[in-house]
């Protein structure tokens, strides 16, 4: 699997907008671009999941550079309860894989 | 539609005795992966399953660990002779297969302590 790089821990004010980094530069062009994040005493939940375009969902938007070998999550108005651990993963298209979880970016939320 | 069912969500055993977690994928779903975490730390990859079958199973310790995903019933994460360092977090998660994306869905975790 390609490597991914996360900051360690990253800090927001409640009601700011948070962008979380990660860099891939070592992606395919058919792999695909997952976040997951994981509550304190929970099971990791999937966040979003982008392939080139930029993409939004309920939860947060995914920004993808041009060159693929980056990506940012963005939390527009963070909230005490999205303080989580984030992890980047790449998934290959197509098949079966196993995703490899790194350490992640633990976000803390200051209210 | 259900999410992924983790039984039970804590379990306390002595040292010796025999863990068995369960795990009820998604409904729909064929693929089961089982990881570990343990305290402080990452997830840890242990094995990947399909009905009937272990696809890969790299993670896992060679002794005392064994799992299985029959054709009927819940996946089974079976841990013989536990000791302390087996006390982690245990998490499943399940997905439909093949398909293009791939995204997991997990299930909330089985906290295991051994005393």
């Not at chain 1, 304190?40 to 938007?61: C, D, F, K, W």
């Not at chain 1, 196993?98 to 976000?107: A, E, N």
């Not at chain 2, 890969?56 to 079976?78: H, N, T, V």
């Amino acid at each position: 699997d390609a490597k991914t790089t996360q900051p360690n821990s990253m800090e927001s004010n409640e009601e700011e907008p948070v962008h979380l980094p990660c860099n891939h530069s070592t992606i395919s062009g058919t792999d695909y671009i997952h976040w997951y994040r994981q509550l304190p005493s929970q099971g990791p939940e999937y966040v979003i999941h982008g392939l080139t375009s930029n993409v939004n969902n309920r939860m947060a938007s995914l920004a993808i550079a041009e060159d693929r070998k980056s990506s940012t999550l963005i939390l527009h108005r963070a909230t005490l309860r999205d303080a989580a651990v984030y992890y980047c993963i790449l998934r290959p298209s197509g098949g079966s894989y196993i995703p490899t979880f790194g350490r992640g970016t633990s976000l803390i939320v200051h209210p | 539609n259900a999410g992924v069912m983790q039984n039970p969500r804590h379990l306390v055993r002595r040292r010796g005795q025999e863990a068995r977690l369960r795990c009820s994928p998604m409904k729909g779903h064929s693929h089961v992966y089982w990881y570990r975490q343990l305290p402080e730390e990452g997830l840890k990859f242990m094995v990947y399953l399909q009905k009937e079958n272990i696809i890969d199973e790299s993670g896992m310790p060679k002794e005392r660990f064994s799992a299985e995903f029959p054709k009927e019933g819940p996946s089974i994460l079976r841990i013989q002779q536990v000791v302390r360092g087996d006390s982690a977090a245990y998490f499943c998660a399940s997905s439909p297969g093949r398909e293009l994306t791939g995204e997991l869905f997990f299930g909330e975790g089985s906290r295991l302590t051994v005393l």
